[in-house]
């Protein structure tokens, strides 16, 4: 499979208007220079990375998904943390309750027909920032309570820029519609 005919692909849920507001809110409380920012339209809790997809891929990914009924999630974040050698700030729930650990689990298994491997154990967050210097500090986040119906198949895009996320297609909005590789449907 060549980079010019796949994409890189996953699965996420992305924060609405109020969620997006208050991680901003976060990040603005964070201290200077702590590294880069990830820009508020790239915020997002992956649900699934699918890695290079090529069409038939994707087709394959947005029938399965189709075919499965997302419960309504209701999340919590309120805790900072960082992954320990990768240099990355988060925001995320101090405990994933069952209904979304369940609900990923039921998304990889549909996933598997076509593919789909998860490489590690799910842990919910939302990237706040990339090349961070240090730990994220120690404080108490008022919660960010995140109320998820629907998710997205992302597409990541290089730019000059860097990297941006292009939604492919939104479940269950899309589920009936056709997918084209390139294209977006959401």
Sequence with gaps: M???????????????????????????????GAGRKVPPANRHLTLAFIGDADAGRLACLHERVSATSM????LYLDRLGGFEGSRVWWCGPQAVDEPLLSWVRQLETALEPCGYRSRQAFRAHVTLIRGARGQPPAETIDPIRWEAHSYALMASRPTPAGVRYEVLARYPEDAGMPLSAGASVG
């Design 71 to 74: 419960p309504a999630l209701t």
């Design 2 to 32: 060549s980079r010019d005919d796949s994409q890189r692909v996953f699965f996420a849920l992305l924060p609405d208007d109020r969620v997006r507001e208050a991680l901003a809110a976060v990040v603005a409380r964070l201290p200077p």
